[in-house]
């Protein structure tokens, strides 16, 4: 089953709402440039992924080896502030992505709770 995304412009960011399945790397890239080419349509900075309708399967080498693929994701998400907040089962395989993000300098951090997402969303 593929992932679908839904985008809400809220006042001071934009709001991604994505159900579906995720289960290997490529699909993965695809939903990071998704998420780019969105926020710059939308001329917002800041984004809200809202993920808890979203099934992520890859394992934790995935996660890492994605890192290495995503150099030209990490080029376009400059300046881009991202948090996604998803449910405790994909919260692990998240926070393996959250890292490898971080180590490109790409802001995006992973939350159980959406209110912690938006304080530090818009802070």
Known sequence: ??????????EDHLRITTSG?????????EYGNRII???AQANMRRV????????VSLS?????????????V?????GIRVA?????ENYETLSFIETSLQNRSISFRVFKEEQKALNWLLT
């Open 1 to 10: 089953m593929p992932y679908f995304i839904e985008s809400t412009v809220k």
């Open 21 to 29: 399945r995720i289960d290997s790397i490529e699909p993965v890239i």
């Open 37 to 39: 080419t969105l926020a």
């Open 48 to 55: 809200l992924l809202d993920e808890l309708g979203l099934s």
């Open 60 to 72: 934790p080498l995935d996660a890492v080896l994605l890192g290495e693929q995503l150099l030209e």
């Open 74 to 78: 990490a080029n376009l998400a400059q």
């Open 84 to 88: 996604a907040v998803c449910t405790p």
